[in-house]
């Protein structure tokens, strides 16, 4: 085996502008920046191959995006497979709007446009001036801004020592709430005499891999989390969420030149709060799923949508980091390396002719209920987003039945890291790490690609936001299929 090399860097991508926040589905424009936003890459050579995983403070990036992004890298490093370079979001919703793609693609915003009479108009209650850096912007900004990291990171390229190690806090727990009806809500009240149980569990598990120097000094951490980084999703400012609160106690801790690869895991059912011990915002939110119509007081976590939430799991994370890296012993120089790139073509989860009719029976009755509003707006966008997106997949299914996806499976040493560009609910990851042969599976969602959310089957007969067919692309017999060659492709590696 060849000597393992390793680099690191980071890029900040906080612009000179004010924001357009993503991740809602109302406009939010940022007023302040509370953390840093930024990108961090890591680039691994051995063996003859070659890596370079970006950790991006991003709601998402889709294959248009990921694609633009390797186009700038290969033209500044051409020495590198720009289809080895991969690119994760953190899943922040307190970043960058992004442009979709070159060729705008409808969305449920703009099926609900085409059902509105003449004379009715979408408004936006927030508008963007020209003190917002547009999505356009944005997209050629960040995208710069993760070739020059990428770049950065391969250059840095050094003989290295490594570990991987185990970490446990309790972060991410499931988001869906089951009734006794069969149905399910992601955000659910559970102060119901229907409230029968969270629909899936959670993983406290994190993933950890910690390198060197060859003076053995520690460079940067990977962090795997099954748990998505939405704490601070309602608010109106720039932020990183849990991981910009970990990577300053890290460096104040453990030293200013720390890096760290924040990667998020299955996750598409989880979230930051405690929903039995569920702890009234400090401040407002405005989401129509989110409904307590008798709230108790509660002593658990603080507001996990408030910025002492986020305080407490940056610290909680942090903590945990730090406490494996006090009880390392042995470090390792030599890795076997490989990384494969893999292209696959899933099936679309389609729609029914009746769920197509009914949908668009109801998006009717909706306008014609609220024909007396002076406009509609995104309240009108989310309580309408199901059948809006029922309407999309059904013209989208007239032209192809086939979602093809990358994916990415890479062996380091006795570590397998298997990416996939969902939000992928908790059971697939937990499939994927049970049956794999490698000493610790780190799974990360959301990269190169956005494709949606990728329910259970179970989540898809009990319905709601995440488990409709408007919340995703894929269903659960794609997720079976994803699950299966993942699981392959990782023990093939291990024979």
């Known amino acids: 085996m060849e000597k393992l090399l390793i680099g690191w860097a980071e890029e900040s991508i906080v612009p000179d502008k004010k924001v357009s926040l993503g991740g809602q589905f109302y406009e939010r424009i940022s007023e302040y920046v509370e953390s840093e936003i930024s990108v961090t890459a890591m680039a691994v050579e051995a063996n003859g191959d070659q890596m370079i995983m970006v950790s991006a403070d991003l709601t998402s990036v889709t294959a248009y995006f990921v694609g633009l992004v390797r186009e700038k890298f290969a033209k500044i490093c051409p020495e590198v497979d720009p289809r080895k370079l991969m690119v994760a979001a953190t899943h922040t919703h307190t970043t960058h709007t992004l442009a979709r793609d070159k060729v705008k693609k409808k969305t449920a ?59 446990r806090a309790a972060v991410g727990m499931c988001r869906r709430v089951s009734y006794d009806d069969g149905s399910a809500q992601m955000w659910g009240d559970v102060n119901t005499a229907n409230f029968v149980a969270l629909e899936g569990g959670n993983d406290s598990g994190i993933e950890l891999l910690f390198t060197f120097n060859k003076d053995r000094k520690l460079t940067g951490v990977v962090a795997n989390i099954a748990c998505p980084a939405q704490i601070l999703e309602q608010r109106s400012f720039i932020s990183a969420d849990y991981w910009g609160r970990t990577k300053a106690i890290l460096r104040e801790k453990l030293g200013k030149d720390i ?20 702890v009234t915002p400090e401040t407002p939110i405005d989401d129509p799923n989110v409904n307590r119509p008798n709230p108790l007081k509660r002593k658990a976590d603080p507001s996990m949508y408030d910025i002492s939430g986020c305080n407490r799991a940056g610290r909680r994370i942090a903590s945990e980091i730090i406490a494996v890296y006090e009880d390392i012993t042995e470090l390792k120089d030599t890795a076997v390396f490989q990384h494969k790139v893999i292209d696959l073509d899933l099936p679309l989860r389609k ?53 093809p996806i990358e994916y990415h499976v890479i062996r380091f040493g006795d570590i397998a890291i298997a990416t996939n560009p969902f939000e992928l609910f908790l059971d697939y990851g937990n499939r994927m790490k049970a049956r794999s042969k490698a000493e610790q599976t780190f799974v990360v969602q959301l990269c190169c690609g956005s494709s949606g959310y990728l329910p259970t089957e179970k989540a898809e007969k009990a319905g709601h936001y995440s488990a409709y067919v408007s919340s995703g692309n894929i269903g659960h017999e794609g997720g079976d299929l994803l699950t299966r060659r993942t699981i392959h492709e990782i023990n093939e590696m291990f024979d």
């Open 259 to 278: 890096y760290l690869l924040g990667l998020g895991g299955a996750g598409g059912d989880q979230c930051p709060r405690d929903l039995v011990r569920w």
């Open 351 to 403: 729609v029914t002719m009746a769920e197509y009719q009914n949908a668009v029976r109801e998006l009717e009755y909706y306008i014609d209920k609220n024909k007396d509003k002076e406009s509609f707006n995104f309240a009108d966008t989310a309580r309408m987003h199901v059948h809006c997106g029922s309407i999309l997949r059904y013209q989208m299914q007239q032209d192809t039945e086939i979602y």
């Open 109 to 167: 915003k703009d099926v609900l446009k085409d059902y509105l009479p003449e004379g009715k108009e979408y408004k936006a209650l927030v508008t963007a001036d020209d003190s917002v850096i547009t999505p356009e912007e944005a997209t050629e900004f960040v995208s710069d801004k993760i070739a020059l990291a990428a770049k950065r990171a391969w250059d840095n390229r050094e003989e290295a020592l490594y570990t991987n190690e185990f970490g």
